[in-house]
C-alpha cells in the first residue's frame, strides 16, 4: 500500500493561496490516482480534486474550479494542489489518497487517505 504524506496547510486569509503536497514514501506516484477531500468540522466529507494516471484525467469540485489547480511532480513524488483565491468555505481539513486511475468516485480511496493537513482562516 502506497503511503501518502499530505502537508502546507496553514493560516490563510481570504482571497490568500497556499499550496499543498501529497508526498509518497515509496513508489511513483505516476501510475495511480490521486484524489483529495477535504472535511471541516460538523460538514460532510467533500470531493475536492483528482488527477489521475495521466494529465488529461484531471477533475474538479464545482466550488474549487478556476481556483485550485492539481499536478503532479513524477520526479518529486509528490501531487499538489495550488489553492488561489481561497474563501470562507475552504478552511477544512485537505486529505489526499489513491483513488481509481481514471479518477472515478475519487471521495473513496483504494487504501486509507493520509493523516490530513489543516487549512485555517486566520482572523
Known amino acids: 500500500q502506497v503511503q501518502l504524506v499530505e502537508s502546507g496547510g496553514g493560516l490563510v486569509q481570504p482571497g490568500g493561496s497556499l499550496r499543498l503536497s501529497c508526498a509518497a514514501s515509496?513508489?511513483?506516484?505516476?501510475?495511480?490516482?490521486i484524489g483529495w477531500i477535504r472535511q471541516a468540522p460538523g460538514k460532510e466529507r467533500e470531493r475536492v480534486s483528482c488527477?489521475?494516471?495521466?494529465?488529461?484525467?484531471?477533475y474538479y469540485a464545482d466550488s474549487v474550479k478556476g481556483r485550485f489547480t492539481i499536478s503532479r511532480d513524477n520526479a518529486e513524488n509528490t501531487v499538489y494542489l495550488r489553492m488561489n483565491s481561497l474563501r470562507s468555505e475552504d478552511p477544512a481539513r485537505y486529505y489526499c489518497?489513491?483513488?481509481?486511475?481514471?479518477?472515478?468516485?475519487?471521495?473513496?480511496?483504494?487504501?486509507?487517505w493520509g493523516q490530513g493537513t489543516q487549512v485555517t482562516a486566520s482572523s
Open positions: 489518497g489513491v483513488v481509481r486511475t481514471d479518477c472515478s468516485r475519487y471521495d473513496t480511496p483504494l487504501g486509507s
Open positions: 515509496a513508489r511513483t506516484l505516476a501510475y495511480y490516482g
Open positions: 488527477i489521475g494516471n495521466s494529465d488529461s484525467r484531471i
